[in-house]
Nanobody, 117 residues
Framework: QVQLVESGGGLVQPGGSLRLSCAAS????????MGWYRQAPGKQRELVAR??????TYADSVKGRFTISRDNAKNTVYLQMNSLKPEDTAVYYC????????????WGQGTQVTVSS
C-alpha cells in the first residue's frame, strides 16, 4: 500500500478558506484515484471528493465550494476549500485506490479542520 501524509488543516472562521495537501510516498498512476473523506464527531466517514484520469466526483454538500486537484509529478492531491461552514468541521482523510467511486485501501492519518468564530 502507498503511504499518504496530509497537511494544511487548522482553525478558520466561517466563510474562510483552507487548502489541504496529501503527499503519496511513491509515484501513483493518474488512472489511480486519490481523494478526500471526512469524519465529524459521532458521524460516519463520508466522501468529500475524488479525482482520477476518469474525472472528479464531489459530495453534494461541497459542490461549488471545494475543488480537488492533483499534481502527478509531485504525487500530491489538493483540496481547496472555500466558503467554509461550521458543518465542514471534521477530520479530513486522504485516500487512494483504483476506483473513482469507491474508497481504496490506503488512508492517511487525517488532519483536523475546524470552522468556528
Amino acid at each position: 500500500q502507498v503511504q499518504l501524509v496530509e497537511s494544511g488543516g487548522g482553525l478558520v472562521q466561517p466563510g474562510g478558506s483552507l487548502r489541504l495537501s496529501c503527499a503519496a510516498s511513491r509515484s501513483i498512476s493518474s488512472n489511480y484515484a486519490m481523494g478526500w473523506y471526512r469524519q465529524a464527531p459521532g458521524k460516519q466517514r463520508e466522501l468529500v471528493a475524488r479525482i482520477s484520469s476518469a474525472g472528479t466526483t464531489y459530495a453534494d454538500s461541497v459542490k461549488g465550494r471545494f475543488t480537488i486537484s492533483r499534481d502527478n509529478a509531485k504525487n500530491t492531491v489538493y483540496l481547496q476549500m472555500n466558503s467554509l461552514k461550521p458543518e465542514d468541521t471534521a477530520v479530513y482523510y486522504c485516500n487512494a485506490g483504483p476506483s473513482l467511486y469507491i474508497s481504496g485501501a490506503s488512508w492517511g492519518q487525517g488532519t483536523q479542520v475546524t470552522v468556528s468564530s
